[in-house]
């Protein structure tokens, strides 16, 4: 999330908002939460492999912003690998991967209100994150 710490960058009327999840308190809930949506505990395993989680939401963002994050994202070395339409919400998936290994995730939920930006840093297999696409997709 560098890109939203820039002082270069004209942010406008943006109104921003940054936390930390404590993993040691939303591990067990996310578990929970999955199992009672009946998702498989292949899935549910996956967040042992979540080291960090990072939220930051916009409030009056513009799509010029949301076009220039992007564009950085591009510039360092992020892919784009899916875009889901989910709950009348734009979802965006984009990962930094070296070899097999993925450490950087970054999600961003685009509503007509606001932007939320997730960045969950972990050690990640392409097929660890095919199976979290697939959970959203089929729902």
């Not at 549910?44 to 994050?69: F, P, R």
């Not at 950087?104 to 997730?118: A, G, P, Q, Y």
């Amino acid at each position: 999330m560098d890109f939203f710490s820039s002082t270069s960058y004209n942010f406008k009327d943006a109104k921003f908002t940054s936390f930390n999840v404590p993993l040691l308190l939303a591990k067990p809930y996310i578990k929970k939460a999955l199992r009672e949506d009946g998702e498989s505990e292949e899935l549910i395993s996956l967040i042992k492999k979540v080291s960090k989680i990072k939220v930051l939401t916009v409030e009056n963002g513009s799509k010029e912003m949301l076009n220039d994050y992007a564009k950085f994202l591009n510039n360092n070395h992020y892919e784009d690998w899916a875009t889901i339409k989910h709950n009348g919400e734009n979802v965006n998936l984009r990962v930094k991967q070296k070899g097999e290994a993925i450490k950087n995730m970054l999600i961003t939920v685009n509503s007509d209100k606001e932007l939320v930006f997730v960045d969950v840093k972990g050690s990640f297999t392409p097929d660890d994150i095919s199976k979290m696409i697939n959970a959203v997709s089929d729902k």
